[in-house]
């Protein structure tokens, strides 16, 4: 029985942890954007008048465009893993 409390605090700890992980790494992820992307797209994701909205697109086109850039949108403002992230958080933006 006090095994299975045990047990059971551990669990709820480590779920605990993972999510504000989870959640730090959002903020994160959308600090990226807000620096590298907002200036053009809007913090809103819905354009400036320098390009326009980015929401509802799928991850693998952002991707795309951040690799490969667009017109006036320089490729590789963001590599990697961070832009993975973005290129995902911006997908869930509908
Ligand atoms: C210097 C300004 C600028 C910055 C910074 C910029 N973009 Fe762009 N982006 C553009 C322009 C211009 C286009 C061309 C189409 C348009 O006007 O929306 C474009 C196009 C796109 C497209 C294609 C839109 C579509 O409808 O297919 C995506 C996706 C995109 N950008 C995502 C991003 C992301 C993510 C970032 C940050 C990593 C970013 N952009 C940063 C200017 C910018």
Same mark, same amino acid.
Request: hydrophobic share 40%.
């Given at each position: 029985?006090?095994?299975?409390?045990?047990?059971?605090?551990?669990?709820?700890?480590?779920?605990?942890?993972?999510?504000?992980?989870?959640?730090?790494? @959002? !903020?994160?992820?959308?600090?990226?954007?807000?620096?590298?992307? %907002?200036?053009?797209?809007? #913090?809103?994701?819905?354009?400036?008048?320098?390009?326009?909205?980015?929401?509802?697109?799928?991850?693998?086109?952002?991707?795309?465009?951040?690799?490969?850039?667009? @017109? !006036?949108?320089?490729?590789?403002?963001?590599?990697?893993?961070? %832009?993975?992230?973005?290129? #995902?958080?911006?997908?869930?933006?509908?």
């Amino acid at each position: 029985m006090k095994k299975t409390v045990i047990l059971l605090v551990f669990t709820f700890a480590l779920v605990a942890c993972q999510s504000e992980a989870t959640i730090l790494q @959002e !903020n994160e992820t959308i600090t990226f954007y807000n620096k590298n992307c %907002a200036g053009c797209h809007g #913090l809103e994701l819905n354009g400036t008048g320098l390009a326009g909205g980015i929401r509802n697109l799928n991850k693998k086109d952002i991707l795309d465009s951040i690799n490969n850039g667009e @017109e !006036n949108m320089p490729a590789n403002i963001l590599t990697g893993e961070s %832009a993975k992230r973005v290129a #995902l958080w911006v997908s869930k933006q509908k």
